[in-house]
């Protein structure tokens, strides 16, 4: 199994911006992150964050939630209309309601403000892999279309649509629908979904499985009390039907 050094001798020369209005936290996280090889940008106010995003071509950004001008929150959304690089949002002291609100909004995974280096080395890792892993799928011999009942997914562009009506999904939005899809009829659990798109061990009160799920509901347009689509096995976790059957009881 390689080692987490190899691991980030393999991500070296990827570049990061931070977004946050502590010094000391930035000088912390850069000095703790570019001896690894990563190239740390940094911003400290909301509008400053948003500009440097959009101007950048960074593999993922780190954004904090309280920031100066504009908020963390309103940074994604804005990202979000523009571009689908992954994002860690930083919660002060993780509380679900800012972890759910930047969830929703696009962000790909958090990480409280306590944090240890290794934990968000572990976290970036994890959603820079990802996004390299889908460029090398890019390349490679052309993936023919998922096609379930009305909903089809583009593995190669990495978009889906519902009667042929784009659904505009988060990367992490894509990568829940693309692992349900593949066992379309099958159930997978939350711990599953989560080392499948996040890369990550199942936390007790992860939510964030949960919220993503959410998302995907509103976007396809799937009720949660009589779900076409995607079905909640009580205790177990959530299967994906094809659209053509008939709504669960």
């Not at 080692?3 to 996280?29: H, I, Y």
């Not at 784009?166 to 989560?194: H, I, N, V, W």
């Not at 080392?195 to 964030?208: K, N, Q, W």
Request: proline fraction near 8%.
């Amino acid at each position: 199994m390689p080692s987490v050094f190899a691991e980030d001798q393999r991500l070296a020369g990827t570049r990061l911006l931070l977004v946050d209005d502590n010094p000391k936290l930035c000088r912390m996280v850069k000095e703790y992150l570019e001896p690894l090889g990563y190239e740390v940008a940094l911003a400290h106010t909301g509008p400053d964050g948003l500009r440097k995003a959009l101007e950048g071509d960074f593999h993922a950004i780190i954004l904090d939630v309280m920031l100066p001008g504009i908020d963390g929150f309103e940074v994604l959304r804005r990202l979000r209309e523009h571009s689908t690089v992954p994002v860690l949002m930083l919660t002060g002291r993780g509380e679900p309601p800012d972890r759910i609100a930047g969830l929703e909004l696009g962000a790909d995974d958090y990480v409280p403000k306590t944090f240890s280096p290794r934990e968000l080395v572990a976290r970036l890792r994890a959603v820079i892999r990802r996004s390299m892993v889908t460029a090398a799928l890019g390349r490679q011999a052309p993936h023919p279309p998922i096609v379930i009942g009305d909903l089809t997914l583009d593995v190669e562009r990495r978009s889906a649509s519902l009667k042929a009506d784009s659904l505009g999904l988060t990367p992490t939005e894509f990568d829940l629908l693309l692992s349900l899809a593949r066992d379309c009829g099958r159930l997978k659990t939350r711990e599953q979904l989560l080392l499948e798109v996040a890369d990550r061990d199942f936390e007790t009160f992860d939510r964030s499985i949960d919220v993503h799920i959410s998302s995907l509901r509103r976007k396809l347009g799937d009720d949660p009390r009589r779900p076409r689509l995607i079905l909640t096995i009580r205790s177990a976790g959530y299967m994906l039907q094809s659209p053509t059957e008939e709504p669960a009881p």
